[in-house]
């Protein structure tokens, strides 16, 4: 059962890394498009370029690395102090208590950005700043809640990954239990 559910969590976590990192290419592609296209329609006098594309291309770049950074801390590829990992390594489950840690730490920071982004974009939506057509400014920030929500799960994907790995031998056990198999003492 729990080597089932472990292989079902690594697919969820694929998954997620796959269509974060897609979504994040796809508006940072976009994003792109639009100011080399921008650039291109403002040589042409009669048509200037667009009003909101400053506007645009800051949006998509912030949606951008919010909704990639649920890909980063799904695959758990954040955070990483070096000192903190080789101290780790030293320790028995070190390394996994380490994780643990990380993603426990994740989750009550995505917490606080959840509600805190629910609660900016709600007192934002009456504020008509942007100069995108039909946009409020809280329109724009529901990108918090909704991508703290999504780091959030993709942090506790990880943290539940994490605890159900199976136990991995380090290269001095398995020399170890090999030169016990000999007869050998180490």
């Keep these: 059962?729990?080597?089932?559910?472990?292989?079902?969590?690594?697919?969820?976590?694929?998954?997620?890394?796959?269509?974060?990192?897609?979504?994040?290419?796809?508006?940072?592609g976009i994003m792109f498009a639009v100011i080399i296209a921008n650039v291109v329609l403002r040589a042409i006098p009669a048509v200037g370029g667009f009003r909101w594309y400053m506007e645009f291309s800051?949006?998509?770049?912030?949606?951008?690395?919010?909704?990639?950074?649920?890909?980063?801390?799904?695959?758990?590829?954040?955070?990483?102090?070096?000192?903190?990992d080789a101290l780790a390594k030293k320790i028995p489950y070190?390394?996994?208590?380490?994780?643990?840690?990380?993603?426990?730490?994740l989750i009550l920071f995505y917490i606080m950005v959840y509600r805190s982004g629910r609660v900016f974009a709600a007192k934002s939506m009456i504020i008509k700043v942007s100069t995108m057509p039909q946009f409020k400014m809280?329109?724009?920030?529901?990108?918090?809640p909704y991508a703290a929500l999504l780091c959030?799960?993709?942090?506790?994907?990880?943290l539940l990954v994490t605890?159900?790995?199976?136990?991995?031998e380090s290269p001095m056990e398995i020399i170890a239990h090999e030169m016990e198999g000999k007869g050998e003492t180490a």
């Design 1 to 28: 059962m729990r080597e089932k559910l472990y292989k079902i969590l690594k697919r969820v976590q694929t998954w997620i890394d796959g269509i974060t990192t897609g979504v994040a290419s796809v508006l940072i």
């Design 58 to 84: 800051q949006y998509a770049n912030v949606w951008a690395m919010l909704i990639g950074a649920a890909g980063i801390a799904v695959q758990g590829t954040n955070l990483r102090v070096e000192a903190v």
């Design 94 to 105: 070190g390394e996994k208590i380490s994780k643990i840690i990380v993603d426990i730490a």
């Design 138 to 144: 809280g329109q724009v920030y529901q990108i918090f």
């Design 152 to 158: 959030l799960v993709a942090a506790a994907v990880h």
């Design 163 to 168: 605890l159900l790995e199976p136990k991995v």
